[in-house]
């Protein structure tokens, strides 16, 4: 293998830099070319590339998004698509790729491994850590950070105003951001995929709690569950009470990767070069119980209920807290 490509594709999360930077450096220490494609998919369609040397990615490790960009490609779902995608690849005699993103793009990388007969191995990228078989995905430590950032700061004034405060986080289908904020912030109530809002029930613990003199209130809510307007005008109607939303949006996926961050991308670029070096393609980098291996794209994409049981029991610890 004399040249690999690398690309950054789906939505940003932070650390991304740092998998880029330790794939250009493992790789040119193995004396192998790097060839950087920008805005993923999209832009392996339309043959976007720059070289890249470990020049390239000085000062990087820090620093938030990709400086590869990132896109969503529907042309790259098509037939059509796809094969100006693989011209790509040949022309620039890429002989293996780096994939790092979330679930869309390993679905991508499966069907180029599957279908093309390109080789490639994923680097999870993805702050939902939504992916099975892996503790982990670059990105979702930050992301955690962030919200929790913002609920300590929201916290003040809805003590101060003796509110309720819906805060709806990023996740999609995934519990992880709001179960993981909601504990750590000290939430009173946190709404997640797979659960039925009882409005009966949260109803009556707020009004309970307000007799016992407590008069501020914070739920989580993850996007996949529910819209927090929608649920503060359900929750303004039935109790009479002040119930503001706050939709905390893009800024979830923006900022400084933490230490967490950069450690796990670092380690997971490396080990996804040298998968490459060994033959492996079809496979997406994992940890697992603080071991890094490598798991098959369908295994990854598609079984994705690792966390259930441990969602539930944060949930109940949180509700016992509260």
Known sequence: MRKIGVLTSGGDAPGMNAAIRSVVRKATREGVEVLGILRGYEGLINGETMPLNSRSVSNIIGRGGTILKT?????????????????????????????????GSFQGANILDKEWGIRNVGVPGTIDNDLGYTDYTVGCST????????????????????RIYVIEVMGRQEPYIAVMSGLAGGAEEVLFPGMEID????????TEARARGKRSWI????????????????????????????????????????????????????????????GHSGVTVSIQRRELVLVPYEKACFERDKDRKLHAELYRIIKELS
């Open 219 to 278: 739920i989580v809510v993850s996007e996949g569950a529910g819209s927090a307007i929608v649920i503060s005008e359900e929750i303004g109607r039935l109790t009479g009470l002040d119930v503001r939303p706050i939709v905390l949006g893009h800024i979830q996926r923006g900022g400084s990767p933490d230490a967490s961050d950069r450690v796990l991308a670092t380690c997971m670029g490396g080990y996804a070069v040298a998968a490459l070096l060994k």
């Open 143 to 162: 992301s955690v950070d962030t919200v929790l950032d913002a609920i300590d700061k929201i916290r003040d004034t809805v003590s101060s105003m003796e």
């Open 199 to 206: 409005y009966a029930k949260l109803t009556k613990e707020i």
């Open 71 to 103: 896109a969503r490609s529907k042309e790259f779902e098509t037939r059509a698509g796809q094969e100006k995608a693989v011209k790509t690849i040949k022309e620039n005699g890429i002989d293996g790729l780096v994939v790092i993103g979330g679930n």
